[in-house]
T-cell receptor, first 112, second 116 residues
Framework: KQEVTQIPAALSVPEGENLVLNCSFT??????LQWFRQDPGKGLTSLLL?????REQTSGRLNASLDKSSGRSTLYIAASQPGDSATYLC???????????FGPGTRLSVLP | DARVTQTPRHKVTEMGQEVTMRCQPI?????VFWYRQTMMQGLELLAY????????DSGMPKDRFSAEMPDATLATLKIQPSEPRDSAVYFC??????????????FGQGTRLTVV
């Protein structure tokens, strides 16, 4: 059974810092990995999707990498801003995008 | 602006009552997921559909939960009878799978259910 963990559970940084969020999964037979952002009381917003054949994806200040063999993904946020404060979740899917399994999330606070 | 729409956004009901949550997936998407989110368990997959057919509902308590897609524009999740332990936020997500392609899931805003 696929299990996804995220470290750290919570992170507080001053504005402007670069930071890394970590995601680990136990079964490397994934089809893709997706990073989401969730603001309090809101739904999940898709940030980046990495297919299993890819090693990284970039969108603006965000860069996500994937190492299937080691069961790890990282989300790099450059020049963090208070507006980046949210919970960040990663999810992995098996073949054909079925059965997404989510990690518990990392709660990020960026202090002005 | 394509988005997944869920109704109602909030629902408070008494134990034993029937609850129906609705989801309108993004037009053209062929996969619909239902998730439940709680503080203790995080996000749990309840069921998912491909081309309106249920592919997996093993995450759902079968005795009280049911999920259907009466047509391509509507997915429903029903709880009957509801119990206090069902209190959670229920999310619907949709995605498009093409053959062996991957799915990017897009989430609705959720239905916050409180059973008293």
């Amino acid at each position: 059974k696929q299990e996804v963990t995220q470290i750290p559970a919570a992170l507080s940084v001053p504005e402007g810092e670069n930071l890394v969020l970590n995601c680990s999964f136990t079964d490397s037979a994934i089809y893709n990995l997706q990073w989401f952002r969730q603001d309090p009381g809101k739904g999940l917003t898709s940030l980046l999707l990495i297919q299993s054949s890819q090693r990284e994806q970039t969108s603006g200040r965000l860069n996500a990498s994937l190492d299937k063999s080691s069961g790890r993904s990282t989300l790099y946020i450059a020049a963090s801003q208070p507006g980046d404060s949210a919970t960040y979740l990663c999810a992995v899917s098996d073949n054909y995008g079925q059965n997404f399994v989510f990690g518990p999330g990392t709660r990020l606070s960026v202090l002005p | 602006d394509a988005r997944v729409t869920q109704t109602p956004r909030h629902k408070v009901t008494e134990m034993g009552q029937e609850v129906t949550m609705r989801c309108q997936p993004i037009l053209g998407h062929n996969t619909v997921f239902w998730y439940r989110q709680t503080m203790m368990q995080g996000l749990e997959l309840l069921a998912y559909f491909r081309n309106r057919a249920p592919l997996d509902d093993s995450g759902m308590p079968k005795d009280r939960f049911s999920a259907e897609m009466p047509d391509a524009t509507l997915a429903t999740l029903k709880i009957q009878p509801s119990e206090p332990r069902d209190s959670a936020v229920y999310f619907c997500a949709s995605g498009l799978v093409r053959g062996a392609g991957s799915t990017e899931a897009f989430f609705g805003q959720g239905t916050r259910l409180t059973v008293v």
